[in-house]
């Protein structure tokens, strides 16, 4: 079904008004969902980072204990590794940010583009049932004009024909 068709069976069933509610009720879903999203990404990261300094730090105080010259030398790799892919993961889900906005903001777009098309649809409807309206009132009035001479003339020539006959 597409989306013209079923916001055309939704005006229909609920009203401009009710169509109105219920976009406002879907873009307000969309960016609550957006930023559930958003917060589900950054307690993954958080999570995901704690697990990897748990991991880290337990690495370390084995190494630490075994060979503390080494510690050093394989801290600082370590370090520099876990740099990069923090970074790698910032860049990552900066990236994926950035292509969830562009989509939301596409969406959007379509979504008031499609509302603009109803809007100059339902003008157009509306203006059309008016003239309608316009030529119906103008029947009905030459039909009520026609019926009430036609009732005059009747009663007319019922009165001449009764006065005729009193004579």
Do not use: C, P
């Amino acid at each position: 079904m597409s989306k013209l068709s079923a916001l055309n069976i939704l005006k229909e069933k609920l009203g401009e008004d009710g169509v109105n509610a219920l976009i406002k009720v879907i873009e307000e879903e969309r960016e609550r969902t957006r930023d559930d999203l958003f917060r589900l990404l950054e307690e993954r990261f958080a999570r995901r980072l704690a697990e990897e300094i748990g991991k880290l730090r337990s690495e370390m105080y084995e190494l630490f204990a075994r060979h503390s010259a080494e510690v050093d030398g394989k801290i600082e790799g370590l370090r520099s590794e876990m740099i990069e892919k923090i970074e790698s993961l910032r860049s990552g889900m900066h990236d994926e940010i950035g292509k969830l906005r562009a989509e939301v903001h596409q969406e959007i777009a379509k979504v008031w583009n499609e509302i603009g098309k109803l809007r100059s649809e339902m003008t157009e409807k509306i203006e059309n049932l008016r003239s309608e309206m316009h030529s119906m009132k103008a029947d009905i009035i030459k039909w009520m004009f026609i019926f009430w001479v036609s009732q005059l003339l009747a009663l007319s020539g019922i009165i001449f024909t009764i006065l005729r006959f009193v004579r």
